[in-house]
């Protein structure tokens, strides 16, 4: 690829999913505090945040390829972000247990020499299984889900409270791979493989 990517994100889940997919590429996460509303539309959302967080990096190159990218869960018309104490995970991991959720990520790509933009995102069904209140504290209690949309993490031990995925695996994880080939592929003219 003669492009040069730019990962606008801390997380080193979407860091490992993109190295395992063959792509090379720079990290410099955004500084930058998300927005998260307690209702409305989960892919507008993620969207507008990765394209915030995406945008804040552009502004400091000239070149390259930015990619932006934000992961929140919807159940029963609420948006879900990550727990910000134990408290907060308890209490998320409550309101999933038993339900089938969707998980959704935003991407963004900014070419700052342009100023061209492109969006995409990808929705992700998942069935919990009922989870006890010992289950959710052990859980909360292994450090497990801090810093996770949801409150857990399906590729860590999280998969055991998980029934069903209908949909992208490394979308749940944090970063759909087949959708960012393919964004990538239509913005670029080039294959999207890394």
């Given at each position: 690829m003669a492009y040069k990517l730019i990962l606008a994100s801390a997380s080193p889940r979407r860091r490992k999913l993109l190295e395992d997919a063959?792509?090379?590429?720079?990290?410099?996460p955004a500084n930058i505090e998300e927005q998260l509303p307690e209702s409305g539309d989960p892919e507008k959302t993620a969207i507008a945040n990765s394209l915030v967080k995406a945008r804040w990096v552009a502004r400091q190159h000239d070149s390259g390829l930015v990619v932006g990218a934000d992961t929140v869960v919807?159940?029963?018309?609420?948006?879900?972000?990550?727990?910000?104490?134990?408290?907060?995970?308890?209490s998320i991991l409550q309101a999933l247990s038993g339900t089938r959720h969707k998980v959704v990520t935003g991407i963004a790509i900014i070419e700052p020499?342009?100023?061209?933009?492109?969006?995409?995102?990808?929705?992700?069904?998942?069935?919990?299984?009922?989870?006890s209140d010992e289950e959710i504290r052990a859980y909360v209690d292994s450090g497990e889900a801090t810093g996770k949309a949801g409150a857990y993490a399906i590729q860590e031990t999280g998969d055991r409270f998980v029934e069903k995925i209908e949909?992208?695996?490394?979308?749940?994880?944090?970063?759909?791979?087949?959708?960012?080939?393919?964004l990538l592929a239509d913005f670029t003219g080039e294959p999207g493989d890394g």
């Open positions: 063959g792509f090379t590429f720079t990290v410099q919807s159940y029963d018309s609420r948006i879900i972000g990550k727990p910000v104490d134990e408290k907060d995970a308890i020499s342009t100023g061209r933009e492109v969006t995409a995102a990808e929705t992700t069904g998942i069935v919990m299984r009922q989870m949909g992208s695996f490394s979308n749940v994880v944090g970063f759909p791979i087949d959708l960012f080939r393919k």
